[in-house]
């Protein structure tokens, strides 16, 4: 069942998606063989997911969000509603769903290497367009899409139509997916994107959805169907920003790396946050980029997340190569 949405103050952005449980180690020396034990310093319950750690990382920002999404009816759900406990936030547009789990990750962190994930997309399998108060929709100016390809139900016409009437009344709208199967993923992506002015995957999650291994090509191929601009990151490689207009490479800040849980996600919240001040594309890419950054400094998602006096300080003290293309 849903509760009433509180409509008493405006949500500058709009935050649907996916919503997670996190359970990850404190980084181990190697992956366990089989039957092995490895020790860790810790193992911490933190949130995650895409739309949860965007209105986190908004809220550390000052800036009010409403989240949308489903969650089941278990401890772990009852963990995500309290963690995400912020006079900023809205909760009250979450959905719960009977007898179900949340989206529950397994995060296994390994001493220089990438992370590893067991997941299950639990309730979130339920969530649609029809889940999102209208009159959330009526009054934001940006909506984040996040974890795109994880619900199911937002794979239809309906999802195309709600993006392009958010786009017609003048809301930007922001794009992010996370692969999760193995199958074809272009037929659902491309439905979509000649409403998004923001398509934000990662290089990895661009191959595999457009069958092209160079992120620029990966941009171009996005743009060529329909989207405003394509913002690919790429790890330690920077960042791509891709538009008719603009065509530019970032590099990196460099920060002491203890976990990539939530990069992408601080990242996108310091892109909707520039969006909402009309940012130019390339201090919209500083501004994420810091703030992406910012996430890898803590093994959890939004711990080490900059609020924005830390975010201005960083900026003023570190700069960000650009490079045109």
């Known amino acids: 069942m849903t509760t009433e949405p509180n409509c008493e103050q405006k949500h500058r952005v709009l935050s649907a998606g996916i919503l997670f449980a996190d359970v990850g180690c404190v980084p181990v020396d ?19 997911g895409c739309a949860s750690n965007l209105a986190m990382n908004l809220a550390r920002l000052g800036i009010r969000s409403g989240l949308c999404g489903m969650v089941g009816d278990d401890s772990f759900s009852d963990f995500i509603i309290r963690a995400l406990e912020h006079p900023l936030i809205d909760t009250s547009g979450l959905a719960r769903m009977p007898n179900a789990c949340p989206g529950t990750t397994l995060i296994v ?28 929709a009526r009054e934001a100016e940006v909506i984040y899409l996040g974890g795109y390809l994880m619900m199911p139900k937002l794979e239809s ?5 709600f993006l392009k009437a958010f786009q017609a009344r003048g809301g930007k709208t922001i794009l992010d997916v996370v ?10 992506v491309r439905p979509l994107l000649p409403y998004v002015d923001y398509f934000m995957p990662n290089d990895h999650e661009g191959e595999r959805i457009s069958g ?17 601009a394509v913002v690919i990151t790429c790890g330690e490689s920077g960042s791509i920003y891709y538009s008719a207009n603009e065509r530019f490479k970032t590099g990196i800040f460099n920060v002491e790396f203890v976990g990539g849980t939530g990069s992408g996600d601080a990242f ?3 892109f909707a946050a520039g969006l909402l001040d009309r940012l130019s594309p390339v201090d919209l890419m500083k501004r994420a980029s810091a ?31 650009v490079e045109q293309l």
């Not at 220089?112 to 959330?136: Q, Y």
């Open 109 to 136: 962190n390994v001493k220089g290497e990438d992370r590893r994930f067991i997941s299950t997309t639990g309730a979130n399998v339920g969530f649609s367009t029809a889940d999102i108060p209208a009159a959330w």
């Open 268 to 270: 996108a919240a310091g």
């Open 291 to 321: 703030q992406g950054a910012s996430a890898v400094r803590h093994s959890s998602a939004t711990a080490s997340v900059f609020n924005r006096q830390q975010l201005d300080a960083f900026l003023a003290e570190n700069t960000l190569s």
């Open 212 to 228: 092209l291994a160079d992120p620029i090509d990966q941009a171009r191929f996005f743009l060529d169907a329909g989207c405003g």
């Open 157 to 161: 016409p309906e999802t195309a139509e």
């Open 30 to 48: 190697r992956c366990p063989a089989p039957g092995e034990l490895v020790p860790t310093e810790g193992i911490e319950l933190s949130l995650g």
């Open 179 to 188: 692969l999760f199967g193995d199958r074809p993923y272009w037929d659902a």
